[in-house]
T-cell receptor, first 114, second 115 residues
Framework: AQKVTQAQTEISVVEKEDVTLDCVYE???????LFWYKQPPSGELVFLIR??????QNEISGRYSWNFQKSTSSFNFTITASQVVDSAVYFC???????????FGKGTKLSVIP | GAGVSQTPSNKVTEKGKYVELRCDPI?????LYWYRQSLGQGPEFLIY????????DSGLPNDRFFAVRPEGSVSTLKIQRTERGDSAVYLC?????????????FGEGSRLTVL
């Protein structure tokens, strides 16, 4: 069985601060995919990133960066210089190779205060 | 629009009634998924279609839930004899190919409230 834990239920930061959202996963499989999705108030989940378990390179996309550490089963997400538009619920998810099911964490609600 | 469309956006029904929720995926997407999201929780997988067939329905909670996709495009999630515990947001997603990349495009969901 697989599990995704997002220990931070809610985080509030002041605009322009950096913030890191934590994600820890559990799986017995050696190959898998990790994801982050953003869910704004409209409710539509927006894909942010996919990471293959073979690829431990960190990734940066604009103000977003992801730190994948297989040794600690973590896939953390950092937003640099946060903006009000970043306010949303962020979900980390896991998918086994050969499966089409995404297992989501419970999400972290991020509020960026102007 | 070009995104995944779900109707109705809100549905209020009474316990014991039958409901249908519709999903219109992105044109050309062969893979379609239904997820259910309860308040304060992450989405939970219900069913996955590849074309017209349900390739994986292991997430359906019981036999009151059923989904179809007769022409490989629009899908309908059907819930019989609704219970209060069925109240949730039902999310539909689609992807191209066989969804192996996991890059799902989600709709805004149908919020179901069972009184």
């Amino acid at each position: 069985a697989q599990k995704v834990t997002q220990a931070q239920t809610e985080i509030s930061v002041v605009e322009k601060e950096d913030v890191t959202l934590d994600c820890v996963y559990e799986t017995r499989d050696t190959t898998y995919y990790l994801f982050w999705y953003k869910q704004p108030p409209s409710g539509e989940l927006v894909f942010l990133i996919r990471r293959n378990s073979f690829d431990e390179q960190n990734e940066i996309s604009g103000r977003y960066s992801w730190n994948f550490q297989k040794s600690t089963s973590s896939f953390n997400f950092t937003i640099t210089a946060s903006q009000v538009v970043d306010s949303a619920v962020y979900f980390c998810a896991l998918r086994m190779t050969g499966s089409y099911q995404l297992t989501f964490g419970k999400g972290t609600k991020l509020s960026v205060i102007p | 629009g070009a995104g995944v469309s779900q109707t109705p956006s809100n549905k209020v029904t009474e316990k014991g009634k039958y409901v249908e929720l519709r999903c219109d995926p992105i044109s050309g997407h062969t893979a379609l998924y239904w997820y259910r999201q309860s308040l304060g929780q992450g989405p939970e997988f219900l069913i996955y279609f590849q074309g017209t067939g349900a390739a994986d329905d292991s997430g359906l909670p019981n036999d009151r839930f059923f989904a179809v996709r007769p022409e490989g495009s629009v899908s309908t999630l059907k819930i019989q004899r609704t219970e209060r515990g069925d109240s949730a947001v039902y999310l539909c997603a689609s992807s191209s190919g066989q969804g192996s990349t996991g890059e799902l495009f989600f709709g805004e969901g149908s919020r179901l409230t069972v009184l």
